[in-house]
């Protein structure tokens, strides 16, 4: 069981050190017009495929292929936890630099890095933490601008937040997006919601068939129908929306909120804007 722990830690640094050469892909599905943050690995192919085939093997597709692209944490967390990895090893050459550089890109901001390599020095080794920030501050420059958090929720998410929804604001509560996913075939749009947002009361009108699908996307939300109480809606939630059917849905107050609106065909559909929901009706919500 040691000889496998040391060998999995020596091949995480050896690969650290040739991370320089890696890149960040996105890759677009030109049908769907969706942006999606894929991390690809190509150095070890490129420098060691002829020497060690199989170390290019663990290193492109295991450590970077698989392992930087699973959900189950987010790209900013798996930054912060390989940079703590690497200062608490002691290694502080280029291939830190590029994992300070990858974690910025990926929302850390100069604040937080900063809060990272203090807190860890106290475990790992005040040296240690002389010779990270003396890398750190070639990364964080002064004038590097703060992320908004508009821009921090669009890290979270696969699908673009889009341009301000003018169109329809006045149906609205507070600032929303619109992005067009599919304008053929099916008509799907990513709507986002900064934290309050919400639109009015609402119909989906139609004779036959219509009304509508939400998926959510990211973030955390609400869906509510007319006498009924309301639904959280999360990444991965699906609400089936009836034609004819009085409703409303937005963001949590605490949270940015964005869900897929799936256009259901039917006959002489049609979209009827009711009276806002009240803050005495949203204030309940938590």
Known sequence: MKRKILIALSIFAISSIFAMN????????QNKGVNMKKITQTAGRTQL???SPEFAHFNDDVLF??????QDIDLKTRSIVTVVS??????????LVYHLQTAKNNGVTK????????????????PKAWAVFNLAKTVWTDDTPTLSQKDKYQQTIMFPIGEPNNAFAKYFIGQSYL????????????????PK????????????????????VGGRGYYQEWGKEPVEIKEGTIINIPANVKHWHGAAPDSWFSHLAVEIDGEQTSTKWLEEVSAEEYNKLK
């Not at 890696?22 to 599905?29: I, P, Q």
């Not at 992005?179 to 900064?194: C, G, L, M, R």
């Not at 947002?197 to 959510?216: D, E, S, V, Y």
Request: hydrophobic share 40%; proline share 1%; with cysteine.
């Open 65 to 70: 292929g698989e392992n930087w692209n699973n």
């Open 111 to 126: 604040a937080e890095i900063a809060a990272i390599i203090t807190h860890n020095a106290f475990y790992a080794g005040w």
């Open 49 to 51: 495929e002829n020497f």
């Open 179 to 194: 992005a067009p996913i599919s304008t053929k075939q099916v008509k799907i749009y990513n709507v986002t919601f900064e």
């Open 86 to 95: 690497l200062m608490s090893m002691g290694i502080t050459d280029n291939s």
């Open 22 to 29: 890696s890149c960040f892909a996105t890759t677009k599905n």
């Open 197 to 216: 947002c919400r639109n009015n009361w609402h119909i989906h009108k139609a004779k036959t068939g219509g009304g509508q699908m939400l998926i959510g």
